[in-house]
């Protein structure tokens, strides 16, 4: 008899104790669920933040790309008026040497200038005339380079105008 109500008792016990096992079981089950969705969330978070940041650098990496070519055809630009500068210089240089030389001649304005100071002057010494010549030769060359130069400077801007809007 007391072995039959201690196998009575003791399915009884048996089943709660299961029970208890079966609720544990399932709290721990929903826990671990619960951590795992949390850390789902934050790794669907973080591989978000990952891939907002390299598409940062890849548009990134595009401006610096474009501002670089930018700079350097604004450095070839600078450079190109810097060599016409130069040019300009050599060529009124030559242009005084030429017309010095007889090897290029002025235009009739330039040369109308001769004849009326010539005819207003009564007298005039060589060593005058001489300056005078010499004083228009060095005019029409820098009236000649004053006109390259802007004419390199307005290429020069135009090119940067250019090289802004590509």
Not at 36 to 54: F, M, P, Q, T, V
Not at 86 to 96: I, K, P, Q, R
Not at 124 to 143: F, H, K, L, Q
Request: hydrophobic share 45%; glycine share 4%; proline share 0%.
């Amino acid at each position: 008899m007391i072995w039959s109500e201690l196998r009575a008792q003791g399915w009884k016990y048996g089943c709660i104790a299961l029970a208890v096992l079966a609720v544990a079981a399932a709290v721990a089950a929903t826990v671990f669920h619960i951590q795992n969705l949390e850390l789902g969330r934050d790794y669907d978070a973080a591989k978000s933040e990952r891939d907002s940041a390299r598409a940062e650098v890849v548009s990134l990496k595009g401006v610096l790309d474009t501002e670089r070519r930018k700079a350097e055809a604004l450095t070839a630009i600078a450079e190109q008026y810097e060599q016409d500068k130069v040019t300009n210089e050599s060529t009124h240089d030559a242009l005084v040497a030429n017309l010095r030389a007889g090897n290029e001649r002025l235009h009739q304005r330039w040369q109308a200038a001769i004849a009326t100071g010539d005819l207003s002057r009564t007298v005039a010494s060589a060593a005058e005339s001489d300056a005078a010549a010499r004083d228009r030769e060095e005019s029409a060359a820098r009236a000649v380079r004053a006109a390259a130069d802007a004419d390199a400077q307005i290429r020069g801007l135009q090119e940067v105008i250019r090289a802004d809007r590509k």
